[in-house]
Structures are given as C-alpha cells and as structure tokens.
C-alpha cells in the first residue's frame, strides 16, 4: 500500500506539473511565472524555498545530536534570510523587471560583474540541490525496503522533478509548491500529533529535550565557540540572499507589496514549521532509547523515516512519506530552475545575440536537464550529510556575492572596481583560509571572506580607478528600472 501510495502521489505531482506547463508561453513565464501570482501562492512557494530536505531530514537530524544551538543556520538563519530578501527584492528590485540578480549586476555595474557572481551563484546551488536529489534517493530506499537504492532513487528522483520543471519552469514549481505544502503540513502535523500519544504529551517530548540541555541556543563557550555559532548563523541568512531561487519566488508576485508580504509571511510560516520534524524526530529517544540513540550514532538522517516505518500504521506512513515528498520535490523543483535560468541568461545568452524569446526558452530548458546532470553525478560521489551539503552551499555567495550586491543597492558611491575587489578579496582569502587552516581556524574562513570582501568594496570604489574602468558615478534606480522595462519589452517583441 505505502509504494502504491508513493507512486500515486508522484504521478500525480507529475501531472499537475505538466498541466501547469500550458500556461508557459515565453521566457517571463517561464522564469518567474509571468509576475502574476497572488499573496497564498507566493506565500507557499517562498516557504517552499528551504522547506525540503534539509528542514526534514537535515535539522531534524542535527537537532537530535546537537540541539538547537547545532541549528542555529536553519531554520534561525534560513527564516531571517527568507524575510530580509523579500523585502530587499520587494522593495529595490521588484521594479527593475529583471529575469535574474545577474541582470542587476549588469545594469549596476558591468558584463564582469555580471559574469563572475552569476558563477558564484550557480556554484552554491550545485550541493543544495544535490541534497534534494541524496534525499529522493533516501526516501525510495526507505519506502521500497531497500528494493530501489539510494543510487537508483537519486537517479529515478532526479528524472521526475526534472520532466516537469523542464517544461513547466515557476508555473509548474508555483502551483506544486501552492498544493504540496498543504500536503506537507497536514501530513507532518498529523504525524507529530500520533508521535506525541506515544511519548505522553508534547509537553513531555519539550520537558525531556530542556533538560538535556537540547533548546539552550547560545553558546556557552569561549570566542571561538562563538565565532563558529555566528558563522553559521551569518553563512545561512546573508549568504542566502543573493540566491536566484528566492529572487524568482518573491519577484513573480503580482505586485511589490505582495512580494513583500508574502516573503515575512514565508519566512515565518517556515520558523515555526521547521520545529515539528525536529519535535518527531526527538520524540524517537523516548518512545525507543536504546535503538534511536543507536542509530544517531550511524545515520542521525535515519532516525525520522526509521520512527515513521516501524512505529506508525500504514496509513500514517503514507501521509508523512507522500508529505517528505511533497517538500522535497518543491524545494529541488526550484533549486533545479534557478541555477540554470540564470546561466541562461547571464552567461549563454551573450553569445547568441539577437536570439528570439522562444529560443531562449529552448536555451534555459536545455540548461536544466544539462545542471540536473552534473547535479546527479555529484550527488551520486558525495559523503556529505544533507545538513553539510546544505550548509556549505552559501559560504560561496556569502564571500562573493552578497557584497556587490547589498552595496550596489544601498550605497550610491559603489563602483564596478569596488564590485570586482570585493568578489576577488573575498573568494580568494575564504579560499586560502579554507585551503591553509580548514576547521582548525579561530575564525570560520567564510567570515574572513565576508569581512575581506566588505574592505575590498570600499577600498575599489574610493580609490581612483586604476584598471580602466568605468568612472564612479552610480546608476540611478530610475535609469535601472527604465532599462530593465527596455529588455523586457525587447523578449516580448522577439516572442
């Protein structure tokens, strides 16, 4: 019953991305949903941006281990980012009418620009969405009894979200997203509801994790302790802004206001959500000590489907499996999309000049099944935990991106020198600090590439221009926004 269940869900899911794909008739469809989705979806689609695998199986995991204060990036991180960018996005960029943040550093500052943080970009997006596609693999193996395994679940996951993100782009992730988190907090919040009759009560589950100290958040060590809670804290919600995922989630809203809304209504929703897998998973050290703290000890990531399976009745199995699904394929739906329309138009595109909107969309379709490739072989030859892979995605961007980008919008004297320092300065010390010293340094090497990359900045565009750059003088947001309206009424003429 429970694989009869599972299948049926996944067709289903597959169906409804297809039926979703006849609304994509150009490339603003298909990248942001033609900028027409009302308040509930955005709603859903920006929680959907990290409700996944990481937040079921990762933090859950990590939080059975080391508490709260071990998940202090997500879902403490995550939620600030998913608020702090909507409003950035909503009130800043909404109006440029842009496709992607690589159009934004083009129009602030240059083609280089441009070039070298759409690289950061899509580099970190290569072990998120990797996690989602370990994750699929997880749960067919879990599902099948080891019928299917994790290789071949990674390989049959990836083939469904790829069918209908391909044709269907943010419709198709829009509309699952809007359906599947009804599935996944119904499901989940049934699931911690039987999970807590077999405990005594939720207020024994909390009781039980205070006193073994698994909700203290703070640090009780010294510097270094805190140094690293902060690095993860910082990685997670700056790191995570210049993202193309949660750009094209807030930016197809129908309005700027709903944007907004939408994004501190998302982030919320997601803060207070992510704590129910985490209440399950810890529930399994009461209801079977011995076993589950076992298991912690192999595989923490097996703890909650292992519960699920050997504690709950079929039909309970069916709700959380086909809810762990839901979340995941909305999460890799995304995560799959946006890398890949942002190579599209920000790398590929400048060498077809003159290309025809519908070619373009042929482009970026391509682009996806290319990404999902090398996405699926670097998932298939990787040890890391999904909560690792998840985690270690965004010091990219923290050290190369989210400088150029946050400055670019708020500080008038940013110049496309100061842009270049910044990515230089910060990827380069990151990556020296990370090649040198690893774990071993005081101070996490992506807080070293922030703080470098911030010096480089201010540095690059106070200095005279040196390397035969355009002069200082910032774009207007009026001059941006008209520009940006200039290309999109270009891709609608070409279409």
């Known amino acids: 019953m429970l694989v009869w269940f599972v299948a049926f ?87 440029l009418n842009i496709l992607t943040l690589g159009d934004f550093f083009r129009m602030r500052y240059n083609r280089t620009v441009e070039v070298l943080t759409t690289l950061c970009i899509v580099a970190s997006y290569l072990g998120w969405v ?50 599947q988190m009804g599935v996944v907090m119904g499901g989940l919040l049934y699931i911690g509801y039987l999970v807590s009759g077999m405990t005594g009560g939720a207020d024994v589950v909390i009781s039980h994790a205070a006193a073994a ?70 529930s399994a050290t009461l209801i079977a000590p011995e076993q589950f703290t076992a298991l912690i000890d192999s595989d923490p990531q097996l703890v909650l489907p292992t519960l699920v399976l050997q504690h709950t009745p079929v039909a309970a199995q069916a709700i959380f499996f086909g809810a762990v699904l839901a979340a995941i394929m909305s999460c890799s739906s995304a995560t799959l999309l946006a890398p890949s329309v942002a190579f599209s138009e920000n790398i590929v595109r400048a060498y077809f000049p003159g290309i025809s909107d519908q070619a373009f969309l042929r482009m970026m379709r391509i682009t996806i099944v290319c990404f999902a490739g090398v996405v699926l072989l670097f998932a298939l030859n990787t040890n890391d935990s999904i909560f690792q892979m998840v985690e270690n995605a965004y010091k990219v961007t923290l050290a190369g991106a989210f400088v150029p980008l946050f400055f670019g919008a708020f500080w008038k004297r940013a110049t496309t020198q100061g842009a270049l320092t910044a990515i230089f300065c910060g990827l380069a010390s990151w990556l020296a600090v990370e090649a040198v010293l690893g774990d071993d340094s005081i101070v996490p090497p992506q807080l070293i590439g922030f703080a470098m990359s911030i010096l480089g900045m201010i540095a690059g565009s106070l200095l005279p221009q040196r390397i035969g750059l355009p002069s200082a003088a910032p774009v207007p947001a009026a001059a941006m926004a008209a520009r940006g309206l200039a290309e999109s009424s270009v891709r609608r003429s070409d279409g």
Request: include cysteine; hydrophobic fraction near 55%.
């Open 130 to 179: 990797s996690a989602q596609i370990k994750a699929l693999g997880l749960v067919f193996n879990v599902v099948t009894d080891g019928a299917i395994s994790q290789q071949a679940g990674m390989v049959l996951g990836a083939l469904i979200v790829l069918t209908y993100t391909t044709f269907g782009g943010m419709f198709s992730v829009a509309i699952l997203d809007f359906v």
């Open 9 to 95: 869900y996944l067709v289903a899911s597959i169906g409804v991305g297809l039926y979703a794909a006849t609304r994509v008739h150009n490339a603003k469809d298909f990248a942001v949903a033609g900028r027409r989705l009302p308040l509930p979806v955005v709603t859903a689609t920006v929680f959907a941006t990290w409700f996944g695998a990481e937040a079921v199986f990762g933090v859950s995991a990590t939080f059975v281990k080391e508490g709260v204060r071990g998940v202090v990036a997500d879902p403490f991180g995550a939620s600030l980012c998913l608020v702090i960018a909507g409003i950035f996005y909503g009130a800043v960029l909404y109006k």
């Open 213 to 282: 100290g698994k909700l203290d958040l703070f640090p009780t060590g010294g510097a270094v302790e805190w140094l690293g809670f902060l690095g993860a804290w910082v990685t997670m919600m700056l790191g995570s802004i210049p993202q193309q995922d949660v750009f094209q989630r807030v930016t197809s809203a129908k309005s700027a206001k709903i944007a907004i809304w939408a994004s501190v209504l998302g982030g919320g929703i997601y803060f207070c959500f992510t704590f129910v897998p985490m209440f399950i998973a810890y």
